[in-house]
Nanobody, 118 residues
């Protein structure tokens, strides 16, 4: 069974840091691009960052460039998002996603809530 499970969300003050994790199982992790997305209340889900299968190429939304870092450990089937200098506008539910490839559909995790507030 293909599964993505996020963890690491919580309440943090502005300027603080959090590291999100996404544990993948049920598929060959190192064959798929992975990404983080977020959805704030009343807003559409948006792409935050993407990382290619072997981790050599990453891309970020302008709003998080220079503050967030996406990474992966293919030996552990893990995806990460290091978030620094967090702002109240970063408050959202964060989701990891496996890209659709090889005639297999995209897969989403259940999400983890990040709240940035003083």
């Amino acid at each position: 069974q293909v599964q993505l499970v996020e963890s690491g969300g919580g309440l943090v003050q502005p300027g603080g840091s959090l590291r999100l994790s996404c544990a993948a199982s049920g598929f060959t992790f190192n064959m798929y691009p992975m990404s983080w997305h977020r959805q704030a209340p009343g807003h559409e889900r948006e792409l935050v960052a993407v990382i290619h299968a072997l981790g050599a190429i990453t891309n970020y939304a302008d709003s998080v460039q220079g503050r967030f870092t996406i990474s992966r450990d293919n030996a552990k089937n893990m995806l990460y998002l290091q978030m620094n200098n967090l702002k109240p506008d970063d408050t959202a539910v964060y989701y990891c996603k496996r890209s659709a490839r090889y005639n297999n559909p995209e897969v989403w995790g259940q999400g983890t809530l990040v709240t940035v507030s003083s």
